[in-house]
């Protein structure tokens, strides 16, 4: 019965030796890293080559487990593909009567969604759905940023409120579909018209925010004028 149920255990279980190399592993634990027992064997892998590459954190995984005490964290793993994910992991030391650490027990549970999941929550609470743009919040959170840098070194900066003229008409006479892909479309544009290192999110339905930080006036004018000239240009949406 108990050899059934780590067998049929939704985690990945894998055994090894006191040197890591692997003596066993469940059915989840192979579906989930693409090795078969066999492969673990042929290749010599150990649980320490199969985990994270981050070599620190192998060494603080040994240190743990060879002082009798179980390791629990996260990290990225590479399956027999090459692709990684991201597992948590707790590996605890089995030790014998005599107090002698003879085998490692690793528990894992693939949580590669789960993190995703979370990127994207982050991704969506501070970005416009529609444009791929920073939002009001993450632009405010930027400009309250540059204005403490602006006043410890008294470097300028420049700020630009854009509003576009008569946007509900362009919903009420082409549809909102037409007017959310032009809105994509002068998004784009603006964001050509700046450097890497500057922001501009969308601010709302019809309205955009520019974040410019170290420059001056004269540069400022002439990032303005290019980006009405690139706004002012026709835009096609459809060829019908």
């Known amino acids: 019965l108990q050899a059934a149920a ?21 059915h989840s634990f192979v579906q989930m890293t693409g090795y078969s027992i066999e492969e673990f064997n042929a290749q010599s892998l150990s649980l320490f080559d199969h985990g994270s590459k981050d070599q620190n954190l192998v060494r603080e995984i040994r240190e743990s487990i060879k002082s009798n005490r179980a390791w629990n964290g996260e990290m990225v793993n590479v399956r027999n593909d090459g692709t990684e994910y991201v597992v948590d992991m707790t590996i605890t030391p089995v030790s014998n009567q005599k107090g002698e650490i003879t085998h490692y027990v690793a528990i894992s549970q693939d949580i590669s969604e789960r993190i995703e999941a979370k990127k994207q929550l982050e991704y969506l609470a501070t ?30 900066g420049a700020v630009f409120f854009i509003d576009l003229d ?75």
């Open 6 to 26: 780590l067998e049929s255990a939704a985690n990945g279980i894998m055994i090894t030796d006191t040197n890591g190399k692997i003596l066993w592993a469940n």
């Open 127 to 156: 970005h416009d759905s529609l444009t791929r743009l920073p939002n009001r919040l993450l632009f405010s959170d930027r400009l309250s940023h540059a204005l403490t840098i602006a006043k410890r070194t008294g470097q300028q």
């Open 166 to 240: 008569d946007f509900k008409s362009v919903n009420d006479v082409f549809s909102h579909i037409v007017g959310d892909e032009l809105l994509i479309l002068l998004a784009k544009r603006i964001r050509d018209c700046l450097r890497e290192s500057d922001t501009v999110a969308r601010i709302g339905g019809d309205e955009f925010a520019i974040l410019i930080e170290d420059t001056d006036q004269f540069n400022a004018d002439l990032v303005a004028q290019k980006v009405i000239k690139s706004l002012s240009q026709p835009a096609k949406i459809k060829d019908d």
